[in-house]
């Protein structure tokens, strides 16, 4: 099964940095985008950053100027880099593939979430 794992959450300070990554693994031809979720407690999932295969990127605007979006398709790998960061980025993240599998089957997969917490 095609299929992605979230590594690298954890408790940080206010200001610091933490790298977050989402590793694919399966039959897998390319991944055509990846994209970063986040959820809060008592709060909706909210999309905080996205990248596709040619390289286009977007952020919420609370994540611009302080979390960079990266994804290395030779390794199924992408990676959100996140720093500055601040006790509203408190939250599960979760990492979403749009995969082409071996036979160019389609798979939009969900990741089963990391735990970011920024607190002092």
């Known amino acids: 099964q095609v299929q992605v794992v979230e590594s690298g959450g954890g408790l940080v300070q206010p200001g610091g940095s933490l790298t977050l990554r989402c590793a694919a693994s399966g039959s897998i031809t390319t991944i055509a985008a990846m994209a970063w979720y986040r959820q809060a407690p008592g709060n909706q999932r909210e999309l905080v950053a996205t990248?596709?295969?040619?390289?286009?990127?977007d952020f919420a605007d609370s994540a611009k100027g302080r979390f960079t979006i990266s994804l290395d398709n030779a390794a199924h790998t992408g990676s959100l880099q996140m720093s500055s960061l601040k006790p509203e980025d408190t939250g599960v993240y979760y990492c979403n593939g749009k995969i082409y599998g071996a036979e160019l089957e389609w798979h939009d997969v969900w990741g089963q979430g990391t735990q970011v917490t920024v607190s002092s």
């Open positions: 990248i596709n295969m040619g390289g286009g990127t």
